[in-house]
């Protein structure tokens, strides 16, 4: 009977750190952090053009096509209004126009206006440029509370193991009288 409650209450001891491993989330190293390799973008499109924005360090880069071929719109005067811009973005290249940023843009949503005109059409389009930071996921960690409820009832265990070998042995001795 002795060797039946060893092996219980060993088996119990040898459980409970498994207890602090819940919902299979990793408790090793974190992992490493990423680098954010996405500029902040803002995309707008009308039924003749299709317009993203990239902000790239100072400049403002914005790629200009045709909506229905996805063909870039070369020679074309762009012109960009807000978040505290305004004027003329040069073409770069076919489709490519850059407007030079005096100062930094704050983090923020900055609602941007541009105009594009062309030798056969004109429209204005609105968009956001988003230069907010990406929240960072929220880490999870263990606080002192769960520790103490996970002893308590560890604690509860194994006194009540305690107690019924003790009213086991006890029974085995009035038997055995």
Do not use: C
């Not at 990239?54 to 071929?69: C, M, N, S």
């Not at 230069?131 to 960690?141: I, P």
């Not at 265990?157 to 070998?165: M, S």
């Amino acid at each position: 009977m002795r060797s039946l409650a060893v092996a219980a209450a060993v088996a119990m001891f040898s459980m409970t750190p498994a207890a602090f491993a819940h919902g299979g989330e990793d408790h090793g190293a974190p992992p490493p952090t990423v680098s954010q390799g996405v500029t902040p973008r803002a995309v707008a499109a009308t039924e003749e053009f299709e317009v993203v924005a990239a902000l790239e360090g100072k400049q403002l880069v914005v790629y200009v096509d045709r909506f229905a071929t996805n063909e870039p719109v070369v020679k074309a005067k762009v012109e960009i209004e807000g978040a505290g811009l305004k004027g003329l973005a040069a073409e770069a290249a076919p489709g490519t126009y850059v407007m030079d940023i005096a100062t930094a843009m704050p983090p923020a949503k900055h609602a941007l206006t541009i105009s594009i005109e062309t030798g056969d059409s004109a429209d204005l389009l609105s968009a956001t440029l988003d230069t907010s930071l990406a929240v960072v996921a929220e880490e999870h960690a263990h606080n002192w509370g769960e520790r103490v409820v996970w002893s308590l009832a560890t604690l509860l265990l194994l006194v009540t193991t305690l107690l019924i070998v003790r009213r086991n042995k006890k029974k085995a001795k009035g038997i055995h009288k």
